[in-house]
């Protein structure tokens, strides 16, 4: 048997629509409010950031929303992505348990995002759309979107966590390789930025902070529209062509998953493999464990509150119901900076709290133990964001060993880690710190938010 067994899919096999969880949910999600008058918006309000086209798919009720062809042109540079069995792995940990991995990482961009970088950026260049702006943690959003860009002829700018930004020098090269114009957040920029950096010149950064400096920009510009790479629900619509390959390659191994595992930041890679199983629970042909994977030092699912709060730090997007650390939530600059984002997608939030999936929480250091002992069986260097989820699947796979238990293990592995080696190095050499997110500084972000009688 072959140390490690691939499973392809041909172009034939390429999803034809993206699946929306939301039409098989029990009980539908809370509405999204206006940031002023507490009421829920309507697609008017949403018009300055986004095209009609997705701001329909946010709000839709159908099953099936059928991927335009110019975007599975796209897809197939790289579509279906192949699923591999760990078999070095697993005889590495002595466990009787199948691993199994969906790798995102062939696509030009290194991850998962181009599978919703593309669709945006054809829908916005549909409308006549001139530019988009956007940010980005770990860097990897922010150079699918300027791939994306580069193909439908858009102009991108593109907004960095200051913490990722200085750590992966790499990433501004690449973003820049496809045509798009880069900023370290917070900026001098917007008014968002220059009013961080007025109360702290060394900020970090945030997410939440760099998703206010592109609002602005987008805002202020007629010609430019706004892009997400995770947390909405049209974003984690698109990545649903991961879980349906996944689906149809599992089934090719003669398998089904039994735990279904994924690191979540936005909830973006995580939706994307889970929510065509998710829906395989709920009609009941399937009975998988579906876990999500969190960092410890920003903990949204496992120590968040779940309330109305703010999706930028400025207080500039609509007011969602998630999982929540506080809008103004600063977390450490860990390694992982795409899972430091102070909130969870507010449609994978409600599923949390209606018990269809469980939450657990990983220090860095274990994440990177993880990550190297998957590069030294399996060959693949992964980003630190999935470092995450094969932690939790190796402490399965472990578990499994003392049991006897032949669990099938499923995990995304979202993204390669060439342009993250700063972080390996600096775990190798012993410098990494366990940043686990305080207490005190968790119920102190959480008294800002905002007041909302729904």
């Given at each position: 048997m072959a140390e490690r067994t691939k499973y392809l899919l041909d172009e034939e096999a390429l999803p034809t629509h993206w699946y929306n969880i939301g039409a098989d949910l029990p009980v539908a999600p809370p509405p999204v409010l206006h940031p002023a008058t507490h009421e829920p918006i309507g697609p008017d309000d949403l018009a300055p950031l986004f095209p009609m086209a997705l701001i329909e798919q946010e709000v839709t009720a159908e099953r099936w929303v059928e991927i335009p062809e110019p975007v599975r042109d796209v897809y197939r540079l790289w579509r279906p992505s192949p699923l591999y069995r760990a078999r070095r792995l697993e005889r590495a940990l002595g466990t009787p348990a199948r691993i199994y991995?969906?790798?995102?990482?062939?696509?030009?961009?290194?991850?998962?995002?181009?599978?919703?970088?593309?669709?945006?950026?054809?829908?916005?260049?549909?409308?006549?759309?001139?530019?988009?702006?956007?940010?980005?943690?770990?860097?990897?959003?922010?150079?699918?979107?300027?791939?994306?860009?580069?193909?439908?002829?858009?102009?991108?700018?593109?907004?960095?966590?200051?913490?990722?930004?200085?750590?992966?020098?790499?990433?501004?090269?690449?973003?820049?390789?496809?045509?798009?114009?880069?900023?370290?957040?917070?900026?001098?920029?917007?008014?968002?930025?220059?009013?961080?950096?007025?109360?702290?010149?060394?900020s970090p950064g945030s997410l939440g902070i760099a998703i206010s400096e592109a609002v602005e920009a987008a805002g202020s510009d007629p010609d430019c529209r706004y892009a997400l790479g995770s947390v909405l629900s049209h974003v984690l619509l698109h990545q649903t062509v991961i879980g349906q390959e996944a689906m149809q390659q599992m089934a090719a191994a003669g398998d089904q998953p039994n735990l279904v595992i994924g690191c979540t930041g936005g909830g973006s890679n995580f939706a994307g493999l889970a929510f065509p199983f998710l829906r395989e629970n709920l009609a009941g042909r399937l009975d998988a464990v579906i876990r999500a994977v969190e960092p410890t030092a920003c903990p949204t699912l496992t120590r968040g509150v779940?309330?109305?709060?703010?999706?930028?730090?400025?207080?500039?997007?609509?007011?969602?119901?998630?999982?929540?650390?506080?809008?103004?939530?600063?977390?450490?600059?860990?390694?992982?900076?795409?899972?430091?984002?102070?909130?969870?997608?507010?449609?994978?939030?409600?599923?949390?709290?209606?018990?269809?999936?469980?939450?657990?929480?990983?220090?860095?250091?274990?994440?990177?133990?993880?990550?190297?002992?998957?590069?030294?069986?399996?060959?693949?260097?992964?980003?630190?964001?999935?470092?995450?989820?094969?932690?939790?699947?190796?402490?399965?796979?472990?578990?499994?060993?003392?049991?006897?238990?032949?669990?099938?293990?499923?995990?995304?592995?979202?993204?390669?880690?060439?342009?993250?080696?700063?972080?390996?190095?600096?775990?190798?050499?012993?410098?990494?710190?366990?940043?686990?997110?305080?207490?005190?500084?968790?119920d102190e972000a959480l008294t800002r938010l905002p007041r909302v009688d729904v």
């Open positions: 991995y969906k790798y995102e990482g062939t696509s030009p961009a290194g991850s998962h995002k181009p599978n919703t970088s593309v669709p945006q950026a054809w829908y916005n260049a549909e409308e006549g759309v001139e530019r988009l702006a956007t940010e980005t943690g770990a860097g990897q959003w922010g150079s699918a979107l300027a791939f994306a860009c580069s193909q439908f002829d858009l102009d991108c700018e593109v907004w960095q966590v200051r913490a990722s930004y200085t750590q992966k020098p790499y990433r501004k090269a690449m973003i820049e390789a496809y045509g798009a114009t880069i900023h370290p957040s917070p900026s001098e920029r917007t008014e968002a930025g220059r009013k961080i950096l007025a109360d702290d010149p060394d779940y309330a109305y709060d703010y999706g930028d730090t400025a207080g500039l997007t609509p007011l969602m119901k998630m999982h929540t650390l506080g809008h103004d939530f600063i977390p450490d600059p860990i390694h992982s900076g795409g899972l430091r984002y102070h909130a969870m997608s507010p449609l994978l939030s409600h599923i949390v709290e209606q018990g269809l999936i469980e939450a657990v929480a990983y220090d860095q250091k274990p994440c990177f133990e993880a990550g190297l002992q998957f590069a030294r069986t399996e060959g693949i260097i992964p980003a630190p964001e999935p470092t995450h989820a094969l932690a939790a699947c190796i402490d399965e796979a472990l578990a499994c060993k003392e049991t006897g238990e032949e669990k099938v293990i499923l995990t995304a592995l979202c993204g390669h880690g060439h342009f993250d080696m700063n972080a390996y190095e600096r775990y190798l050499a012993g410098e990494l710190v366990d940043r686990p997110y305080p207490q005190a500084q968790m």
